[in-house]
């Protein structure tokens, strides 16, 4: 098929959720995709923060393939070896916790809304109301969309669950005047994604902790697109040294493979069994390869690599013509532009050779593979200051 032949099948075949962008890739490995005329283009976006060791790592394709060899999938009626291994090895990189594995972000998401609600019909006379913030993204079901602060993505399907309230993010003080008899939790990204890489304000997270200790309320960290190294620590609040009662990965667990996860501090772990399942979460396939990504991760230094690379992406960033500010976190960063000029410079930059995210008009992110070395980010600012000039 030609390229405006799937193009043209596409809009036969599927529903019109996605805007694409002209390009579609054949293949890729490492930092690089090809696409289906044979070109190259470094990948500063990977997937949406998924890709942590770039495209087709060889470590995840030889997970993938022994363990698509032996079982692919069980349900989760039985023991899975798999599974228990991803779990602990989970929990010894964060904190003291049980997991519930899922699909996706979304849906480890929603297990944490169930989690906060059983909470707090067990601990908080049925207080039910989950504080989230202005501008967050959490999912797309209609929980989780409700708990998102953008009203484009929920509007459209009202009625919304009721329970969630948006409040500024950073915004502590909102935070303790909106605290009520039926609030039990607040839920948080601890860098916001999706709206355009926005890190919290000094203080802002540990004063959550310390309010939630206090009204005995659960602090719900996603850090579905945080965590895993991509911030320069493991988990992006262990740059806060606090802990969440309950805390929600997806996106680059399975190094590309779909698999979310929820982990529950003690306080938090709730759920019973027949509280909550799925059929596919967790399955021997999608665990191998998030062991497998883990264990690369930890293997080749990737988390402090995350942080130096950071700083040099950041850097080169902030020397591109129009930008007014860079902000961000370890390989997670972005840049606003002075004039509107983000989306126009998306496309140019494919034209270069480089990926890139714009987020609204003014804003770049840019979330690599935790693999990227020096040169390929030089190599990609190049392609970028390229597409300005031209
Ligand atoms: C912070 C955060 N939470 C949740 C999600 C939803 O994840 P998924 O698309 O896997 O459902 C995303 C996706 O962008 C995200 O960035």
Redesign the pocket.
């Known amino acids: 098929m030609t390229d405006q032949d799937i193009a043209a099948a596409e809009h036969t075949y599927l529903m019109g959720t996605f805007k694409r962008l002209p390009v579609t890739f054949v293949e890729g490995r490492g930092v690089t995709v090809r696409d289906s005329a044979g070109k190259e283009y470094i990948d500063l976006v990977a997937g949406?923060?998924v890709n942590l060791l770039g495209h087709s790592h060889p470590a995840v394709v030889q997970a993938l393939t022994e363990q698509a060899g032996r079982l692919i999938h069980t349900s989760n009626l039985y023991y899975s070896e798999p599974q228990v291994a991803l779990a602990r090895r989970l929990v010894e990189l964060s904190f003291p916790s049980r997991v519930f594995f899922a699909?996706?972000?979304?849906?480890?998401?929603e297990a944490a809304i169930k989690i906060a609600r059983k909470w707090g019909k067990l601990n908080r006379q049925g207080a039910y109301e989950i504080l989230t913030t202005d501008g967050?993204?959490?999912?797309?079901?209609l929980a989780?969309v409700t708990a998102?602060g953008q009203e484009r993505y929920s509007a459209p399907f009202a009625p919304l669950p009721p329970g969630f309230r948006h409040l500024p993010y950073g915004d502590l003080e909102a935070v303790k005047q909106a605290t009520g008899a039926d609030t039990v939790a607040v839920m948080v990204?601890p860098v916001?994604?999706?709206v355009g890489v926005v890190p919290p304000p000094s203080g802002y997270l540990e004063g959550l902790r310390q309010w939630c200790d206090e009204q005995d309320l659960l602090l719900i960290l996603?850090?579905?697109?945080?965590g895993l190294g991509r911030t320069g620590r493991w988990f992006a609040h262990q740059h806060h040294g606090l802990t969440p009662d309950v805390m929600?990965l997806?996106?680059g667990l399975g190094g590309g493979v779909?698999i979310?996860a929820c982990l529950a501090a003690p306080r938090a772990d709730v759920f019973e069994p027949g509280d909550h399942g799925s059929t596919f979460g967790g399955n021997p396939l999608a665990c191998s390869a998030a062991l497998a990504v883990l264990k690369v991760i930890e293997e080749e230094g990737l988390v402090g690599h995350a942080a130096e690379m950071g700083d040099l992406l950041a850097a080169g960033l902030g020397e591109l013509d129009g930008v007014t500010l860079v902000r961000g976190r370890g390989l997670m960063q972005a840049a606003v532009f002075e004039q509107p000029t983000a989306r126009q410079l998306q496309m140019r930059c494919l034209e270069e050779g480089v990926i890139v995210n714009a987020v609204d008009d003014h804003t770049l992110r840019l979330v690599p593979p935790l693999i990227i070395q020096p040169d390929d980010l030089e190599r990609a600012l190049a392609g970028v200051r390229r597409a300005q000039a031209g």
């Open positions: 949406i923060a699909n996706s972000g979304a849906e480890a998401n967050s993204f959490h999912g797309r079901t989780t998102g990204e916001m994604g999706e996603d850090e579905v697109q945080t929600t997806a996106k779909p979310g």
